[in-house]
């Protein structure tokens, strides 16, 4: 877990800085040896720490006339305030500039991108999610949907089709299909995946993100018409599933699959409790 130093230096103090402003803080208005001891900063840059302090406002100075220097921090809810203000200006003024340097030049090649860890694959799907203007198409698996699901049903809301197949998931919004259960599709299943895809243009899929591995992210057309395809057979497969007998048919795709595949994708549970026979 990240100290209060080391989220202050996200704010632009150094390590010296930021424990010297959370001593201030703490000990009220000090003297250098009292702030130096305080913080464990060694005296010999105690001085020129406060000095930049004082400069950037941080840090108020007051001189009393036997020359003795006493510092005080900026109040705090002065300090955040600040501080808040600060990141959205340079927030805005950021942006700005990136969405030009974005739309500067057309793209000529697509992109493959890699998405790491699970706060930011998530961060990647509510962008575009929101992005999205007339159809986001997705295949997923229960916690990650739940995730999602605030940012899905505005944009279905909107008027925005959302569409595709959701795997342990009791009751899905309206559009989504929930996938059937069978020996090879169930809650202890080990590889767990997912595919977003937006508007026909962008494509995110990989790991669940609570399973923390790696996403991929792309605009390659290839990409997005085979994923976008996988999606459509899996409901289909899910639909004829549904008109027929839903054990009579598994006991066909099942096995089916494994000769298919050419390796072992079922559990001897199955074989065990069915008569059918491997190929």
């Known amino acids: 877990m990240s100290t209060l130093w080391e989220k202050l230096q996200l704010f632009g103090f150094n ?19 009292q ?111 739940d995730k999602l699901l605030p940012e899905l049903q505005e944009k279905a809301e909107r008027g925005c089709r959302v569409k595709g197949i959701l795997f342990d998931v009791e009751h899905p919004m309206e559009g989504m299909y929930k996938h059937r259960t069978n020996e090879y599709i169930n809650k202890m299943t080990e590889e767990r995946w997912f595919v ?29 018409f085979l994923l976008e395809d996988y999606i459509w057979h899996d409901i289909l497969v899910n639909k004829l599933v549904e008109a027929g007998s839903q054990e009579q048919l598994d006991r066909w795709i099942l096995p089916e699959m494994e000769h298919f595949f050419g390796r072992k994708m079922l559990p001897e549970s199955y074989w065990k409790n069915h008569e059918g026979r491997k190929e």
Not at 56 to 81: H, M, N, T, W
Not at 100 to 129: A, Q, Y
Not at 196 to 223: C, F, I, M, Q
């Open 15 to 33: 390590q010296y800085e930021a424990k010297a402003y959370t001593a201030l803080v703490s000990l009220g208005t000090s003297n250098a040896y």
């Open 35 to 145: 702030i130096s001891k305080e913080s464990g900063i060694p005296r010999a840059r105690i001085y020129d720490t406060l000095e930049t302090l004082v400069k950037r406002g941080l840090v108020l100075l007051e001189e009393a006339g036997d020359g003795a220097k006493c510092y005080s921090p900026l109040p705090v809810e002065v300090f955040l305030d600040q501080a808040k203000r600060t990141f959205e200006e340079s927030w805005s003024q950021v942006g700005e500039e990136l969405r030009t340097l974005e739309k500067r030049e057309p793209k000529t090649d697509v992109s493959l991108t890699t998405v790491r860890g699970e706060d930011n694959v998530l961060s990647f799907c509510r962008i575009m999610i929101r992005r999205a203007k007339e159809q986001v198409l997705l295949s997923m698996w229960e916690p990650m949907y």
């Open 196 to 224: 977003l895809s937006v508007d026909g243009k962008e494509l995110l899929y990989g790991h669940s993100a609570e399973r923390k591995g790696n996403a991929y992210y792309t605009d390659d057309p290839v990409h997005i």
